[in-house]
Structures are given as structure tokens and as C-alpha cells.
């Protein structure tokens, strides 16, 4: 039974909705390291090498992460 101030009216759209979907962008951290010899400065730098490896890698994913979601939404 319906009500009497009631009537069938049109269905608001449903709003849409946009999700960062991306990781956020974290600062790069270098590993600290006091070396005593050469040998210890080798190793210093191979460590240092890694750890801008991995911020490099940190900051490609972050940009195709991006480039993919703004893809996305030029496509709808």
C-alpha cells in the first residue's frame, strides 16, 4: 500500500566515485653506515647502490601505477 504523499519518481544517479589506488609516495631511505677500511667502503657502497635501487624501483611503480589510473579515467 503506499503512502499517500508518495509517488513514483525518477531514481537519483548514483554518484561515482574515485579511489586512489595508488601507493603513496614514501621518502627513500639510505642505509647508515661508518666504514673503517676500504673493504668496509666497498661494502658502503654496494649498500648505497641497493637502497637507490630500491627507491628507484619504489618511484617506477608509482608512476605506472599513476599513468594507469589517469588512462582509466580519460577512458570513462
Keep these: ?11 537519483s544517479p548514483v554518484p ?8 603513496p609516495v614514501v ?3 639510505l ?8 673493504g668496509d ?5 654496494d649498500q648505497a647502490e ?6 628507484a ?3 617506477d611503480m ?3 601505477c599513476q599513468k594507469k589510473a589517469k588512462a582509466n579515467v580519460k577512458a570513462r
Excluded at 561515482?16 to 595508488?22: D, F, M, R, S
Excluded at 667502503?41 to 657502497?45: F, G, I, V
Design 1 to 11: 500500500m503506499p503512502l499517500p504523499g508518495c509517488g513514483a519518481g525518477q531514481v
Design 16 to 23: 561515482q566515485l574515485t579511489v586512489l589506488q595508488c601507493p
Design 27 to 29: 621518502p627513500c631511505t
Design 31 to 38: 642505509t647508515a653506515i661508518a666504514p673503517k677500511t676500504n
Design 41 to 45: 667502503l666497498n661494502l658502503a657502497l
Design 50 to 55: 641497493a637502497d637507490w635501487a630500491m627507491c
Design 57 to 59: 624501483a619504489q618511484v
Design 62 to 64: 608509482t608512476y605506472q
